[in-house]
Structure formats: C-alpha cells, structure tokens
C-alpha cells in the first residue's frame, strides 16, 4: 500500500484547502480500508483528524476540525479527501493521510494505522 498526499500551501484564516491522498494498491481492494487523516504540529505529538469507513457513509471527527472539517472518499479512484473550510491558525501543521485494514472505525490512534503517506504542510496565517 503506498499514499501519496497532495494540496496543502499557505491560506490565510478563514479560507479553505482540499487535501487529497492518493492510494496505490496491490493484492487488495481499497474497499477494504479505512482511512484517515492525522496531522503533527511543531513540537506537538501526531494527532487524529478523521476517518471515514469504506462505505463512505461512516465518519469520525476529532472535535477540534468537527463541523470544519469534511473527510470523503471516492472508491472508483482509490482516493480519499479532506475538506479544510474556516481555517485557523491552529490547524497549522503537517497532514498525512492513514491507511488501516479493516472496517473498525474505533481505530484513532496513530498506531492502529500501518500505512502512511509522506505527509503534507498546511500553514494558516492569521
């Protein structure tokens, strides 16, 4: 399993950015994974953002990005997404989307998800 994270940049307060994360798989189906993002500020430990069941019904947010934030997923494309509106400066930090077999959308801790991708810097001036 390989993600690959795209579309953070710097945005003042108040604006918007779509993280996107591409997966590539081989010898499963993308169905078969939940997703999720963290993100890692600046001398903060990795923190959970969301997640989204493979029926892409199911989510779960952290409730610092609830009602800000919106995770979604298009299965055809084996890509899942992240919706950034009304931006703070506290949401400043690296992004990485998460990959986890499985249909538990328990699973929020950093340790549950053996797939990461690289990681992308969202920066949020005020």
């Known amino acids: 399993v390989q993600l690959q994270a795209s579309g953070g940049g710097l945005m003042q307060a108040g604006g918007s950015l779509r993280l996107s994360c591409a997966a590539s798989i081989s010898g499963r189906s993308f169905l078969n994974f939940v997703m999720g993002w963290f993100r890692q500020a600046p001398g903060k430990e990795l923190e959970f953002v969301a997640n989204?069941?493979?029926?892409?019904?199911?989510?779960y947010y952290a409730d610092s990005v609830k009602g800000r934030f919106t995770i979604s997923r298009d299965n055809a494309k084996n890509t899942v997404y992240l919706q950034m509106n009304s931006l703070m400066p506290e949401d400043t930090a690296v992004y990485y989307c998460?990959?986890?077999?499985?249909?538990?959308?328990?699973?929020?801790?950093?340790?549950?998800?053996?797939?990461w991708g690289q990681g992308t810097q969202v920066t949020v001036s005020s």
């Open positions: 998460a990959a986890r077999y499985g249909d538990n959308l328990y699973a929020r801790g950093p340790r549950e998800y053996a797939y």
């Open positions: 989204i069941h493979s029926s892409g019904v199911r989510k």
